[in-house]
T-cell receptor
Framework: QQQVKQSPQSLIVQKGGISIINCAYENTAFDYFPWYQQFPGKGPALLIAIRPDVSEKKEGRFTISFNKSAKQFSLHIMDSQPGDSATYFC?????????????FGTGTRLTVIP | DTEVTQTPKHLVMGMTNKKSLKCEQHMGHRAMYWYKQKAKKPPELMFV???????INESVPSRFSPECPNSSLLNLHLHALQPEDSALYLC?????????????FGPGTRLTVT
């Protein structure tokens, strides 16, 4: 059972455009929602993360929007660049148990064309 | 410094071989994780160590044997693997804290079983 659902599976955006990736979850115990960026042959790199007590978090060109009532969160990449071409994973976890056991979405392959 | 290092970067082994993957972090994290990632899929959690004790084993076959010699090191011992075990093996670490949740991944070991 997929704990976190992610869409779209792939995304093609023109340079300078906005990339939007969406995720949804069911487990209301989740209280930490990170996004990871992964380039081919590399490990996932933490991009940005949000807690449920805020509705939006922005770091540079990357913004997470969080809708607690809808149990959805999304990543917006403003002014998308070819260097942003990578696979993006959303994830969720609950820290009640202590260790940060991440449940990943299925991933979105982003291609930014010049 | 948010670096997790993994060795080797690449490993080719036969089905009768015994090999080990190594992971190291110096961020003072007391939780360490092993993930397996197949091509175009999200990372799948295998094991979690909390305070150097195995806290989660996600029903991983016994041909994978984890070890946490100290708070900075994590090993994954491999024996009698199958070709379907070929994958990218990722190590990660995080605090065991409700203050800091970030989980950082290493670059991974690309394992090929022949």
């Amino acid at each position: 059972q997929q704990q976190v659902k992610q869409s779209p599976q792939s995304l093609i955006v023109q340079k300078g455009g906005i990339s939007i990736i969406n995720c949804a979850y069911e487990n209301t115990a989740f209280d930490y929602f990170p996004w990871y960026q992964q380039f081919p042959g590399k490990g996932p790199a933490l991009l940005i993360a949000i807690r449920p007590d805020v509705s939006e978090k922005k770091e540079g060109r990357f913004t997470i929007s969080f809708n607690k009532s809808a149990k959805q969160f999304s990543l917006h990449i403003m002014d998308s660049q070819p260097g942003d071409s990578a696979t993006y994973f959303c994830a969720a976890s609950s820290l009640v148990t202590g260790a940060n056991n991440l449940f990943f979405g299925t991933g979105t392959r982003l291609t930014v064309i010049p | 410094d948010t670096e997790v290092t993994q060795t080797p970067k690449h490993l080719v082994m036969g089905m009768t071989n015994k090999k080990s993957l190594k992971c190291e972090q110096h961020m003072g994290h007391r939780a360490m994780y092993w993930y397996k990632q197949k091509a175009k899929k999200p990372p799948e959690l295998m094991f979690v160590y909390s305070y150097e004790k195995l806290s989660i084993n996600e029903s991983v076959p016994s041909r994978f044997s984890p070890e946490c010699p100290n708070s900075s090191l994590l090993n994954l011992h491999l024996h009698a693997l199958q070709p379907e075990d070929s994958a990218l093996y990722l190590c990660a670490s995080s605090h065991l804290s409700t203050v800091s949740y970030e989980q950082y991944f290493g670059p991974g070991t690309r394992l090929t079983v022949t």
